[in-house]
């Protein structure tokens, strides 16, 4: 039997170890909570990997519709300003579009495809500016590739390099895009990649850019690939002619897969450079984006070259927007990386209104996702409600800051 000096003394220590037990297992839980364990499978094999806590993506992106803007430094200033102010904590700019960069570039200088200088409004440097304003704030900067392989037939570029750009069975070279008409260049010519390494290397390597993004248009419409230099490597490769059918299995994995291996090279290449860089990718739902644009993502995911993914779900019903963020794939992603939904706040002749975007927020948040706005000017500009209003309905979008750290 216990003495009574025993068990008060046993009370006393209890009394001063409770506090200390709870915090304890507070921290315990944290930890585990922060680095969780996803289990994947690649090649047959089972391996676990550990995971940081996965930062959520709250971004935009600024078009070449956006440079009223992004020419002016004191509207940078007042735009990241209330970005940070609404919580937002990543800017996609476009730095390739229509065949030309939007900054001063010795690599488009070189190659003869660049007649004109994208400068701001006093000659000042538009993307070294935003980077700066943007840091200052706390916000990351992801440089955006938005036309990828992707040229109108009227730039320097198709005019100088015919032979870089495929062709349809048919023979002809253009395809209908948002953009307009435009031809693809060749995703499978070395010439092709070194030129778009080079132009992203220059990138990363002349700004101080947290990474870099690639969207649906790092790819190639499923109808291209029957100009002279890919069916000869195509029939040097596999004994075989190009399938009539440009949706043959086989031709469409082939195509795939050479575009996935210049990927793996441009990251490893990004990577070499900038090691810290965020490799990102913004494309459509998989089952389009492989079956209509020979872009299997997912393989680029499984094979560690993806750090981030942004799916671009541009549905006005909310119902097809839920069953199109809710794919398999997505969930896949969003075990291993930082992984969000494109959403779109407007064009300017097709405005949306604020209480779809945020239907789809909502949506998109209750699932664990991030969200990148797509564009800045529609965010409030252009847009069905009073300034005011559009501007308020943000306000609640994001209410805490959730920054993402710079890793330098």
Same mark, same amino acid.
């Given at each position: 039997?216990? !003495?009574?000096?025993?068990?008060?003394?046993?009370?006393?220590?209890?009394?001063?170890?409770?506090?200390?037990?709870?915090?304890?297992?507070?921290?315990?839980?944290?930890?585990?909570? !922060? $680095?969780?364990?996803s289990?994947?499978?690649?090649?047959?094999?089972?391996?676990?990997?550990? /995971?940081?806590?996965?930062? +959520?993506?709250?971004?935009?992106?600024?078009?070449?519709?956006?440079?009223?803007?992004?020419?002016?430094?004191?509207?940078? /200033?007042?735009?990241?300003s209330?970005?940070?102010r609404?919580?937002?904590?990543?800017? &996609?700019?476009?730095?390739?579009? !229509?065949?030309?960069?939007?900054?001063?570039?010795?690599?488009?200088?070189?190659?003869?495809?660049? %007649?004109?200088?994208?400068?701001?409004?006093?000659?000042?440097?538009?993307?070294?500016?935003?980077?700066n304003?943007a840091?200052?704030?706390?916000l990351?900067?992801i %440089?955006?590739?938005?036309?990828?392989?992707?040229? %109108? %037939?009227?730039?320097?570029?198709?005019?100088n &390099?015919p032979?870089?750009?495929t062709?349809?069975?048919?023979?002809s /070279?253009?395809?209908?895009?948002?953009a307009?008409?435009?031809?693809?260049?060749?995703?499978?010519?070395?010439?092709?990649?070194?030129?778009?390494?080079?132009?992203?290397?220059?990138?990363?390597?002349?700004y101080?850019?947290?990474?870099?993004?690639?969207?649906?248009?790092? !790819?190639l419409?499923?109808? $291209?690939?029957?100009?002279?230099?890919?069916?000869?490597?195509?029939?040097? +490769?596999?004994?075989?002619?190009?399938?009539?059918?440009?949706?043959?299995?086989?031709?469409?994995?082939?195509r795939?897969?050479?575009?996935?291996?210049?990927?793996v090279?441009?990251?490893?290449?990004?990577?070499?450079r900038?090691?810290?860089?965020i490799?990102?990718?913004?494309?459509?739902?998989?089952?389009?984006?492989?079956?209509?644009h020979?872009?299997?993502?997912?393989s680029?995911?499984?094979?560690?070259?993806?750090?981030?993914?942004?799916?671009?779900?541009?549905?006005?019903?909310?119902?097809?927007?839920?069953?199109?963020?809710?794919?398999l794939?997505?969930?896949e992603?969003?075990?291993?990386?930082?992984?969000?939904?494109?959403i779109m706040?407007?064009?300017?002749?097709?405005?949306?209104?604020i209480?779809?975007?945020k239907?789809?927020?909502r949506?998109?948040?209750?699932?664990?996702?991030?969200v990148?706005?797509?564009?800045?000017?529609s965010?409030?500009?252009?847009a069905?409600e009073?300034?005011?209003?559009?501007?308020?309905?943000?306000?609640?979008?994001?209410?805490?800051?959730?920054?993402?750290?710079?890793v330098?």
């Open positions: 039997m216990k !003495s009574p000096f025993f068990v008060q003394s046993w009370r006393q220590l209890l009394k001063y170890l409770f506090p200390i037990l709870i915090l304890i297992s507070f921290v315990t839980i944290l930890l585990v909570d !922060s $680095f969780t364990f289990a994947i499978t690649e090649g047959g094999r089972f391996s676990a990997i550990a /995971q940081l806590p996965r930062q +959520e993506i709250r971004g935009v992106w600024m078009t070449s519709n956006d440079f009223d803007t992004l020419k002016n430094r004191a509207k940078v /200033q007042d735009a990241v209330q970005l940070r609404l919580n937002f904590n990543t800017i &996609y700019p476009v730095v390739w579009n !229509s065949g030309y960069v939007m900054y001063p570039s010795a690599i488009a200088q070189r190659a003869g495809i660049q %007649p004109f200088v994208s400068r701001g409004s006093d000659g000042h440097d538009i993307l070294a500016d935003l980077i304003q840091h200052r704030q706390g990351l900067v %440089p955006w590739f938005e036309f990828g392989f992707m040229a %109108p %037939p009227t730039s320097e570029l198709a005019l &390099y032979d870089w750009f062709q349809k069975r048919d023979g /070279q253009t395809s209908s895009d948002a307009g008409e435009v031809m693809w260049l060749n995703p499978f010519h070395p010439q092709v990649q070194q030129f778009i390494t080079n132009l992203v290397l220059e990138t990363v390597t002349q101080d850019a947290d990474g870099i993004q690639f969207d649906d248009h790092m !790819s419409p499923y109808e $291209f690939g029957y100009d002279q230099y890919t069916v000869a490597l195509y029939t040097q +490769e596999t004994n075989n002619t190009p399938p009539t059918n440009p949706q043959d299995a086989a031709w469409v994995q082939w795939a897969d050479k575009i996935t291996a210049f990927m090279q441009l990251n490893q290449a990004v990577k070499q900038k090691p810290q860089a490799f990102s990718v913004s494309p459509n739902y998989y089952d389009f984006a492989y079956k209509f020979l872009q299997d993502w997912l680029w995911m499984r094979q560690n070259i993806v750090d981030e993914l942004i799916v671009q779900v541009y549905r006005p019903n909310l119902q097809s927007f839920v069953e199109n963020i809710s794919r794939e997505i969930q992603a969003q075990q291993i990386i930082p992984t969000g939904i494109g706040t407007g064009l300017r002749n097709n405005p949306v209104p209480q779809q975007i239907a789809q927020v949506a998109t948040q209750e699932r664990g996702l991030g990148t706005f797509f564009y800045y000017e965010l409030w500009n252009d069905p009073p300034l005011d209003e559009r501007q308020a309905g943000f306000e609640n979008i994001f209410p805490s800051p959730a920054l993402r750290a710079r330098e």
